[in-house]
């Protein structure tokens, strides 16, 4: 039995860009995409000092929890912008939803950089927070579906590996976000790390917006938007395609648990091994390399044996190794430990990643494929990975869990992602 393909209209006509190098597209669409994860990143990584400034507590670990919670929180604007700019983006073409979401995440970020903090200007300042990282949501939800669809359309002879570098870009700027950990970490003194330094990451985040804006503006779309009014794309999609979509976040899954419990990991080396900040920020340093560099090899691989005899084999490695990596890291918690268990965990998520953005663009037709990949992708990664850092500082205060939460967490949705890829391996027959 296979699943029905697509509906598709010829609304939607994909139009090949001539005589554009596939390599400056890349470049520009990753350059972009790597901005708008940076700022996601670096609000990840420094979050135990913006808990201190923002959500001051008498208990850290509740100071720590609201700081996560709205990290969390600003994930539930993200399927809202995924359609709506998905939306925009299949009925106006894609570079028009691209500008505006980076707009947003400049805009976003600036906010946080600038914000006074609480004993400066009390409630208030949590509150612009909060409402700073929801617009960041919003318009993080809406660049997956579009710089998605606009590198496959460039070239669909080679999905795997030009897609790829969807999530190559987001190693990008987990290495930035890095450098800034570790350096900051090594060269301040806490004290003033903690006053303003952490205020650094998010300002540069806000001064390369502009050059994202203006590289973005001489991308050309290679699908051209409908000449006629038809169904819209949200309604294709619910009625049409949702299992499909269903399927699309099962594989996602695990990957965004993943992506996002190494986000969290300055904030598992201070909390819970009790090592210096520094190491947690090497840790994801070593990781983002990983990611930024292995992941455009394994798409290019999926184009030669399939999307999904690749990452079914690689999440198979990752549920046999996720446990034993925590049992590891909790019982011998030494920094060159945690190092090696992010490095390896990154590895194994590089490998996934890699054709995981072709995977999904494959379920879906031109004409609804960014509003499908931004509805589909921000479910997900608001279920499974916005939710993931406070959902394992949450159970980690359950003593039969305690310090191994990342890996029982990370073990379910391992499952999970396995038998949607193993489904549609049997069902979708136009996914390779």
């Known amino acids: 039995m296979t699943l029905s393909a697509p509906v598709v209209s010829p609304a939607a006509i994909p139009v090949r860009s001539p ?11 990753s350059v972009g995409n790597a901005l708008e994860w940076y700022d ?21 670990t509740i100071s720590l929890l609201l700081t996560l919670g709205t990290f969390a929180l600003s994930f539930l604007t993200r399927p809202l912008g995924g359609v709506i700019l998905g939306i925009y983006a299949d009925r106006h073409g894609r570079k028009a939803s691209l500008m505006i979401s980076i707009l947003l995440m400049t805009l976003g970020t600036l906010v946080v950089a600038l914000m006074p903090a609480y004993e400066s200007i009390g409630v208030a300042a949590p509150i612009a927070v909060l409402v700073a990282r929801l617009v960041q949501g919003f318009s993080a939800g809406g660049e997956f579906g579009s710089s998605t669809a606009f590198l496959v359309e460039h070239a669909p002879e080679r999905r795997g590996f030009i897609a790829s570098w969807q999530f190559a870009s987001q190693g990008l700027a987990n290495l930035f976000a890095s450098a800034f950990g570790v350096g900051l970490t090594l060269w301040m003194a806490p004290a003033d790390l903690q006053s303003w330094g952490w205020r650094i990451p998010f300002l540069f985040g806000a001064l390369v917006g502009p050059a994202g804006l203006y590289i973005r503006n001489h991308l050309q ?40 419990l190494i986000l969290y990991m300055p904030t598992y080396a201070v909390k819970t091994l009790n090592l210096p900040a520094s190491v947690g920020f090497i840790a994801t340093f070593a990781g983002a390399i990983v990611v930024t560099f292995l992941t455009p090899f394994a798409g290019m691989v999926s184009d030669r044996i399939g ?32 190092i090696v268990a992010v490095f390896w965990i990154a590895t194994l998520k590089s490998l996934y990643y890699g054709p995981l953005a072709a995977l999904m663009s494959e379920l879906l037709p031109a004409e609804t494929r960014a509003t499908g990949l931004g509805l ?22 359950f003593p039969a869990i305690g310090d ?9 949705i391992g499952v999970l992602s396995l038998v949607a890829l193993v489904v549609i391996r049997r069902t979708v027959a136009d996914v390779v």
């Open 19 to 29: 005589n554009k190098p596939i390599a400056r597209l890349v470049i520009a669409t």
């Open 221 to 260: 779309d290679a699908t051209s938007p409908p000449a006629e009014k038809t169904l819209s794309p949200i309604r294709q999609v619910l009625r049409y395609q949702k299992v499909r979509v269903l399927l699309g976040i099962g594989a996602l899954a695990i990957s965004t648990a993943i992506n996002y």
């Open 307 to 338: 999307r999904t005899t690749h990452m079914i084999t690689i999440n198979v490695l990752l549920l046999i190794s996720i446990f034993p990596a925590f049992l590891l890291l909790t019982n011998v918690p030494t920094p060159t430990v945690i």
């Open 376 to 397: 589909g992708y921000n479910i997900g990664v608001m279920i499974f990975g916005g939710m993931a850092p406070v959902t394992m500082a949450w159970l980690g205060n």
């Open 404 to 412: 191994l939460a990342p890996g029982y967490y990370l073990t379910t």
């Open 40 to 60: 996601i990143a670096v609000y990840g990584y420094f979050a135990v000092y913006i808990s201190k400034a923002f959500f001051p507590n008498s208990d850290p």
